[in-house]
């Protein structure tokens, strides 16, 4: 997912939890693992959001599939995920998750029957072709773009809105829609799955006002929405339900207030009153309500965390000439104190230390610790690699952002290197500034980078194609690191092109030991995000991915 | 003949400080480390996906170009890209924001109301509060009111705003439950509303101000008191009343009046942390937004429209000068 830092609308990743709770590896409502009520229908739920602004057009949405989005748009394929247990990609519009063939270059979707979208206008494989189509655009190009570069034939290709079609997306009927693609590709399914694939009525959705009255496909259509103020969703009295068991529909009305202050949203559902027993809070908990909930048992018991999964870590510059050497990068390995990180973030409940790449929660991680040194480290190691490597009074500058959580960190980094003989010259950030020195062009700046990162869809892929490939380097990409290795490459074209996902979980788990091996990155630990919800909302959980609630289940007591 | 010189210096004066404004806020962007089309570019950008928005955003022009650009738009309108998948933004066009899919117009016409809701309500009360405690503090110096009143106004000038928003907040929102907490509703919409949801911002924003307009009240009102006019007028046997309110008031309020022009010039423009606090969308969080998103268009925009207020207020004040002192 977005790094916070680069992304406009972002919710904060930095703001972690001080826990009340069982500390347990899954999410927690204050007391174990939640049950799943079945969904009562009705009532109108209130989202208090930080936010200012909704993308309400898909092609530009970053939202995951089952936050917003997900109660707005359907797709051909979406997320199934449970309090506990691994996230599936399943069916929603298709009838299954997709039938690849050639190799995994062809993909092939038939549609349901009996979805439609909100003004009544059935969904055809037109539909869904046509919104993909418009992503192309230069106007709407601001979305996760998963499929852009995987889809074959699109050079040169600005979209639909001059009569250009894409012969690579075939339509035969307008229930059956075929990906031609440029290579083999295993996550094709779970691309599909992401916001920019949802389907648009063809040839009614204007770049410039499409997003202001957006025809949806999912439970709610939108009534209205005001920048900064709100946008109120209604039951979309066309979606049907027997189409799609992973909704459950259940509030006839949602309200989403924009523009929240997050201390005020807190304590709000820390309140509990009237206005706020039918709410839940889109906002991580600031830290300093998450001390007030520890001390109030109904809001306690109200409050979810996730388990831990996004990654904090110190991108390390492979092309900084003061650390070309790989023993100089091990010892920033072995130098690192990661129990002083978990501190900084905000105590054991918040995070976890960190020694892989792929994160919990995804199929495929393979538990390992390329470089055990304890959770406090081991300067005395990382000053024998330094010597052995002929390097002396090394000074390295660390790029972070300046939010509070972000500098802590990085000051908890800063002594454990000092620990190892290591000077590090912080270099605090606005997120801009921050994004534009280590994705942009020049490798000049930083020696490590401070990050952190959330796949957008449960795949090993996102953990490490993003951050590692070397296609990723500059131009706004997100491989910090600039990691030029070409085992790495080919282990990630092969993962990729693996149809089959157990034997692809394998191939990226090479990987992530192979990006380990390079010492390109040191993980520094899991977070942990939580969220308060009012009495009562119901089936407000958080599975194992994403570290978000899962909106599209939620319903209010009836 | 020398109020019409009077007016046209004015004017251009007023011009040429929007166009340096407008000039240094595109200069000041530019040197910023941020590439808007980048941002734009969504998830997995390619370099010939990253120039294509760049051109399409019309950014791909030299510096100079795109503001010349930027001020043509405001008579002409623009377009950006070509064909049917284009963006048409009308004149006056103050730029269209990609992030919100809106044209700067749209926004500002959607959070001006807002803004001048808080700001000028707001004005109103911390200039007849903040004169008012100045005059009764000056007419009783040394007294237990004159402390009590300036006391209140030390916490005042002293307290950051976000805090006494947080605390009213607390106090009225949570604790007391007798005021809302956070949104806005539109006059239009309910004018009992509009004004319920802004009690707590006004008095925010009103307390601290109100705390400087009294401290400098109580001081321009004692120079006042001690002046020969004042005794003359005392001597000639006028009522109290009327020598504090018709006399020594009126040339205290000449710097008063000048202060409160600026203040609410430069307060139109945004009041960031009381709309932050209270969960307003107003000018200010438009701003502030389009800071943290490298919003060009919509920054130049609302920065070209604070510099009109502030221009524009700094020009009533000095009519508003001409009638309360005839000397000037």
């Known amino acids: 997912m977005r790094k916070h830092i680069l992304l406009p609308g972002a919710a904060a990743v930095a703001l972690t939890a001080l826990l009340a709770a069982c500390g347990g590896a899954n999410n927690t409502s204050g007391s174990g693992t939640p049950t799943i009520a079945p969904a009562d229908k009705g009532g109108t739920l209130t989202i208090l959001d930080s936010e200012t602004t909704l993308t309400l057009d898909p092609a530009q949405s970053w939202s995951l599939a089952v936050t917003s989005s997900g109660l707005l748009w359907r797709r051909l394929t979406t997320w199934k995920i449970a309090p506990t247990g691994a996230p599936e990609v399943v069916p929603d519009l298709?009838?299954?998750?997709?039938?690849?063939?050639?190799?995994?270059?062809?993909?092939?979707?038939?549609?349901?029957?009996?979805?439609?979208?909100?003004?009544?206008?059935?969904?055809?494989?037109?539909?869904?072709?046509?919104?993909?189509?418009?992503?192309?655009?230069?106007?709407?190009?601001?979305?996760?773009?998963?499929?852009?570069?995987?889809?074959?034939?699109?050079?040169?290709?600005?979209?639909?809105?001059?009569?250009?079609?894409?012969?690579?997306?075939?339509?035969?009927?307008?229930?059956?829609?075929?990906?031609?693609?440029?290579?083999?590709?295993?996550?094709?399914?779970?691309?599909?799955?992401?916001?920019?694939?949802?389907?648009?009525p063809e040839g009614k959705a204007p770049a410039a006002t499409f997003g202001d009255h957006p025809i949806t496909s999912g439970p709610y259509a939108v009534q209205s929405y005001t920048p900064g103020n709100s946008a109120i969703l209604v039951r979309n009295k066309?979606?049907?339900?027997?189409?799609?068991?992973?909704?459950?529909?259940?509030?006839?009305?949602?309200?989403?207030?924009?523009?929240?202050?997050?201390?005020?949203?807190?304590?709000?559902?820390?309140?509990?009153?009237?206005?706020?027993?039918?709410?839940?809070?889109?906002?991580?908990?600031?830290?300093?309500?998450?001390?007030?909930?520890?001390?109030?048992?109904?809001?306690?018991?109200r409050l979810v965390t996730s388990p831990a999964s996004p990654l904090e870590y110190v991108a390390v510059n492979m092309q900084s000439p003061k650390l070309k050497n790989l023993k100089v990068r091990e010892a920033l390995e072995y130098a690192i104190n990661r129990q002083s990180v978990v501190v900084a973030s905000?105590?054991?409940?918040?995070?976890?230390?960190?020694?892989?790449?792929?994160?919990?929660?995804?199929?495929?991680?393979?538990?390992?610790?390329?470089?055990?040194?304890?959770?406090?480290?081991?300067?005395?190691?990382?000053?024998?690699?330094?010597?052995?490597?002929?390097?002396?009074?090394?000074?390295?500058?660390?790029?972070?952002?300046?939010?509070?959580?972000?500098?802590?960190?990085?000051?908890?980094?800063?002594?454990?290197?000092?620990?190892?003989?290591?000077?590090?010259?912080?270099?605090?950030?606005?997120?801009?500034?921050?994004?534009?020195?280590?994705?942009?062009?020049?490798?000049?700046?930083?020696?490590?980078?401070?990050?952190?990162?959330?796949?957008?869809?449960p795949s090993a892929m996102d953990n490490i194609e993003p951050l590692f490939a070397s296609d990723m380097i500059g131009n706004g990409n997100y491989n910090v690191s600039r990691l030029d290795d070409p085992k790495v490459d080919a282990l990630i074209d092969r993962a990729e092109g693996t149809i089959n996902q157990a034997a692809a979980g394998k191939i990226w788990a090479q990987a992530d030991k192979a990006v380990m091996a390079d010492a390109a990155v040191v993980p520094l630990v899991y977070n942990r995000n939580s969220f308060l919800r009012g009495s009562n909302v119901q089936n407000f959980y958080i599975g194992e991915f994403p570290a978000y609630p899962v909106y599209t289940a939620v319903s209010l007591k009836q | 003949m020398k109020t019409m010189r009077f007016l046209l210096t004015k004017l251009a004066g007023m011009i040429a400080v929007l166009l340096l404004v407008s000039l240094a806020t595109y200069l000041i962007f530019y040197i910023l480390p941020a590439d808007p089309a980048r941002t734009e570019c969504g998830r997995l950008c390619t370099p010939s996906e990253l120039r294509a928005v760049r051109a399409f955003m019309g950014l791909a022009q030299p510096v100079w170009r795109q503001y010349l650009d930027f001020l043509a738009a405001i008579f002409a309108g623009r377009t950006y890209g070509t064909g049917p998948g284009s963006i048409v933004c009308s004149a006056p066009c103050l730029g269209y924001s990609f992030q919100q899919n809106r044209t700067v117009l749209s926004l500002i016409g959607q959070t001006l109301p807002v803004t001048a809701s808080i700001a000028l309500g707001a004005a109103a009360a911390w200039l007849v509060?903040?004169?008012?405690?100045?005059?009764?503090?000056?007419?009783?110096?040394?007294?237990?009111?004159?402390?009590?009143?300036?006391?209140?106004?030390?916490?005042?000038?002293?307290?950051?705003?976000?805090?006494v928003g947080l605390l009213a907040i607390l106090l009225f929102g949570f604790k007391l439950n007798i005021l809302p907490v956070s949104g806005y509703v539109s006059l239009l919409q309910s004018p009992a509303q509009w004004a319920f949801h802004l009690i707590l911002p006004w008095c925010t924003l009103a307390f601290i101000s109100a705390a400087i307009y009294g401290r400098l009240t109580r001081s321009q009102m004692l120079d006042a008191l001690g002046e020969d006019y004042v005794r003359t007028a005392r001597a000639k046997g006028l009522l109290e009343r009327r020598v504090v309110v018709r006399h020594a008031l009126r040339n205290v309020m000449i710097p008063i009046i000048t202060m409160f022009g600026l203040d609410v010039g430069a307060l139109l423009g945004g009041a960031v942390i009381t709309e932050k606090v209270y969960s307003m969308y107003g000018l200010g969080a438009l701003l502030i937004g389009a800071v943290q998103t490298t919003d060009l268009s919509t920054i130049s925009g609302v920065t070209l429209l604070a510099a009109v207020f502030v221009v524009v207020a700094n020009f009533l004040v000095d009519l508003t000068y001409k009638l309360l002192d005839p000397r000037v």
């Open chain 2, 129 to 163: 509060a903040g004169t008012a405690a100045g005059v009764i503090s000056a007419l009783r110096r040394g007294t237990a009111t004159d402390r009590v009143v300036m006391t209140t106004a030390i916490v005042g000038v002293s307290a950051p705003s976000y805090l």
């Open chain 1, 238 to 301: 066309y979606w049907n339900a027997a189409t799609d068991p992973n909704r459950s529909g259940g509030p006839d009305k949602i309200i989403w207030e924009l523009n929240q202050d997050p201390t005020v949203e807190a304590q709000t559902l820390i309140a509990d009153g009237p206005n706020a027993e039918n709410s839940f809070g889109a906002d991580f908990v600031p830290p300093a309500q998450l001390a007030q909930v520890e001390n109030d048992p109904s809001a306690k018991a």
């Open chain 1, 94 to 200: 298709a009838t299954s998750d997709g039938t690849p063939s050639d190799g995994g270059r062809v993909w092939t979707y038939h549609l349901k029957s009996g979805i439609y979208f909100s003004n009544g206008q059935p969904i055809t494989s037109y539909d869904v072709k046509y919104g993909i189509e418009r992503t192309y655009a230069p106007a709407l190009s601001g979305g996760l773009n998963y499929q852009k570069p995987l889809i074959a034939g699109t050079a040169g290709y600005t979209g639909p809105f001059s009569g250009k079609q894409l012969s690579s997306i075939v339509t035969p009927n307008s229930k059956t829609i075929i990906f031609h693609l440029n290579k083999p590709y295993g996550d094709w399914p779970w691309v599909v799955s992401t916001t920019s694939m949802a389907p648009v």
């Open chain 1, 346 to 457: 905000g105590g054991p409940i918040a995070a976890e230390p960190a020694t892989t790449l792929i994160t919990p929660g995804i199929a495929g991680r393979e538990p390992y610790n390329l470089y055990p040194a304890g959770s406090a480290g081991e300067p005395a190691k990382a000053k024998t690699l330094l010597t052995q490597a002929g390097v002396h009074n090394l000074t390295i500058t660390l790029a972070t952002p300046n939010d509070p959580i972000s500098t802590a960190i990085s000051q908890a980094i800063q002594q454990a290197y000092s620990a190892a003989g290591i000077k590090v010259v912080i270099k605090s950030l606005s997120e801009n500034a921050w994004g534009a020195l280590v994705t942009g062009n020049s490798a000049s700046g930083y020696d490590l980078a401070l990050s952190s990162w959330q796949p957008d869809f």
